[in-house]
Structure formats: C-alpha cells, structure tokens
C-alpha cells in the first residue's frame, strides 16, 4: 500500500503556481520522496526527486519540511500541458509504491 | 535508445491466446519493473528484476503470468490464456542499480492490451 497521502484533486489557472501537497508521515531516515506525473495514462514521468534539502530543477520545485514529513511540489507556472495526475511517493530500497495522486487541472 | 521502449505498443487479442510484450531497458540499467494499470485505475506493481533474476515477483496475479529477462537487458512479460480482466496498459521501468535510495526509475510509454 501506498504511503503517502494526497488530495485526490486540484485546480490551478494558467500561468499561476500550482502547489501540490503530500503527507508522508511515515517516512523513514533513508527514503527519498519521488514525484512522477501521469498524462492520459501515458508512461509516468519522473519529476523531481530530495531526501532532506529543497530541489528546483527545470520542470519544478521541491520543498520538504524539516521534520520530512510533509512536501509540496511547485509548478511555477502552470500550463494547460501540466494538467495530469500527479504522484507523491515515498521511495526506498526497491519497488515504487503509487497512490492515487492528485489529479491537477490547469483552466484557461 | 535514450528512453525505456515497449512493444507492441498497441495489442488487442481474442480471449483465451497467449500474448508476450517486450521491454527494452535504458542501457546500463541493472533493475527492471513491469506494472499494471487498468483504466482508470492507478499502477499496480508486477514484478521486478535485479540482473537476470527476480526476487519480486509478488504482484503477480496469477499463475497465467510469467516474465523473464535475459543478457540483464530485455525483459518479456507473458500472458498466457488471456482473460477479458487483463485488459490494461502494462508499463515497464528501469533504474540504474538495485536497492538504492534516491535510485530515479524511469518508465516506458507502455503496452495498451484489449482482450475481446
């Protein structure tokens, strides 16, 4: 079972930030918390990824808490190419475990 | 190639044959995963490789399901006596090492099979 929670969905307007949280409380010392997005049930893409420390790359930002229990990814500027269901997972040793994700729509 | 490569892309197969779909891992990646996903729903986990050997294959969900994987590089996924519950995208992945935190796993664009 998954181990992070997630609204099951959001709204954003385009060309806004688009913050997107997760709970993962029951993380542990060496688990990363991955994001991946899912388009039309094409291949989920990987996002961004941090163990303790903030992450920015080119597709979004990363903040987690000090205590790591929680995160939020940022979108900075939404598109209508954002809108996709969105993925929280708490990633140890092996296998990928997804939730339901956040289902994000970008409106016009 | 750059990416993980699935085929076929699209397959649709009468009840009750036997179908294999194909993965092709990124190069140099040792761990390999298939899922699952049924529309609609979210991805379930099959089965997992290290190398050439699976010590997961927990999500298998059934005797009808098998998989192997060969030269730690292909990997094929059989389905045999097809039922109409089969019927999903069968997403592959892979990642560069096995048992690694932090160890990005990057999926295919997945195998769309119909049973009718």
């Known amino acids: 079972d998954a181990k992070t929670t997630q609204p099951t969905s959001m709204d954003c307007a385009e060309g806004r930030a688009a913050n997107l949280p997760c709970n993962h409380s029951t993380i542990s010392g060496n688990e990363y918390v991955y994001w991946y997005r899912q388009i039309h049930s094409q291949g989920p893409q990987y996002i961004i990824h941090?163990?303790?420390n903030n992450e920015t790359n080119e597709m979004a930002s990363l903040i987690i808490t000090e205590d790591r229990k929680s995160s939020t990814l940022i979108l900075p500027h939404a598109t209508l190419r954002d809108t996709a269901v969105y993925y929280c997972i708490d990633q140890g040793a092996q296998k990928l475990v997804f939730g339901q994700g956040t289902r994000l729509t970008i409106n016009p | 190639g750059a990416g993980v490569s699935q085929s076929p892309s699209n397959k649709v197969t009468e009840k009750g044959k036997d179908v294999e779909l194909r993965c092709d891992p990124i190069s140099g990646h040792t761990a390999l995963y298939w899922y699952r996903q049924r529309l609609g729903q979210g991805l379930e986990f099959l089965i997992y490789?290290?190398?050439?050997?699976?010590?997961?294959k927990s999500g298998l969900p059934s005797d009808r399901f098998s998989a192997e994987r060969t030269g730690e590089s292909v990997s094929t996924l059989t389905i045999q006596r097809t039922q109409q519950e089969d019927s999903a995208v069968y997403l592959c992945?892979?990642?560069?090492?096995?048992?690694?935190?932090?160890?990005?796993?990057?999926f295919g664009e997945g195998s769309w099979l119909t049973v009718v």
């Open positions: 941090g163990l303790k």
């Open positions: 992945a892979s990642s560069l090492v096995r048992g690694l935190p932090g160890n990005t796993i990057y």
């Open positions: 490789f290290q190398g050439n050997s699976a010590p997961d």
